[in-house]
């Protein structure tokens, strides 16, 4: 007996785009994102904050699925939390990096997620995890979603190593602007959250405060 199939549309695989970036600098880090969540052609969120705190000092950035990344940070979130109370005092970095990436190799063939997970902490200071289907790597910056390919060239250049912390905000927003400016699927205003050891400071650019560039 044949099962009934719905409607072609049902069983295609619907299109995700999105701008995420991460970047070390002197003391700390910046992560930032577009704010755009697209299902193929339709804009069906125009002001999702991608930026998603994992602990106190902790946050990922967000790509893919909007409903499978945000369940990967909820739960690596109890588990920091769960963690940091059986030891007393904040988790590291990497150990919330490790969660996203066991987390993210488990549920490989069910999620459709890529975080980038960075903060700060009493043993490494800032620092960037690049998590994508059970890898697990430190980078100085780290970039994903559909928007990165249009700007690794832009940061490739621009990027510099010991950095303070307003010219790596500002590297940021532009490269998040450019992205967003090529990237049909990127979008709308830019967030940013700085952590370095004083705490964490967060910032939303509206569409008309971003910086423009020669094609715009």
């Known amino acids: 007996m044949l099962e009934e199939q719905g409607?072609?549309?049902?069983?295609?695989?619907?299109?995700?785009?999105?701008?995420?970036i991460a970047v070390e600098f002197d003391g700390g880090v910046v992560l930032g994102s577009d704010s755009r969540v697209s299902a193929g052609a339709s804009v069906v969120n125009r002001v999702m904050n991608k930026l998603s705190p994992l602990h106190d000092r902790i946050y990922c950035a967000l790509s893919g699925s909007a409903a499978d990344a945000q369940t990967i940070a909820e739960t690596v979130n109890y588990q920091l939390d769960v963690h940091s109370m059986e030891l007393g005092q904040d988790p590291l970095v990497c150990s919330a990096a490790t969660l996203v990436k066991n987390i993210s190799y488990q549920y490989?063939?069910?999620?459709?997620?890529?975080?980038?997970?960075?903060g700060w902490d009493r043993r490494g200071g800032g620092q960037v995890y690049a998590t994508l289907s059970g890898l697990l790597t430190r980078q100085p910056f780290a970039l994903g979603g559909s928007g990165s390919s249009y700007v690794y060239g832009y940061l490739d250049a621009e990027y510099r190593a010991g950095a303070g912390r307003t010219d790596t905000q500002r590297l940021v927003v532009d490269t998040l602007s450019l992205a967003m400016s090529r990237d049909g699927s990127s979008g709308g205003v830019a967030y940013l959250v700085t952590i370095d050891g004083d705490g964490v400071e967060e910032k939303v650019f509206l569409g008309n405060e971003l910086p423009t560039f020669y094609d715009q």
Do not use: F, R
């Open 7 to 20: 409607p072609e549309w049902m069983s295609e695989e619907v299109k995700t785009g999105t701008t995420i």
């Open 108 to 118: 490989k063939e069910e999620l459709s997620a890529h975080l980038i997970v960075g």
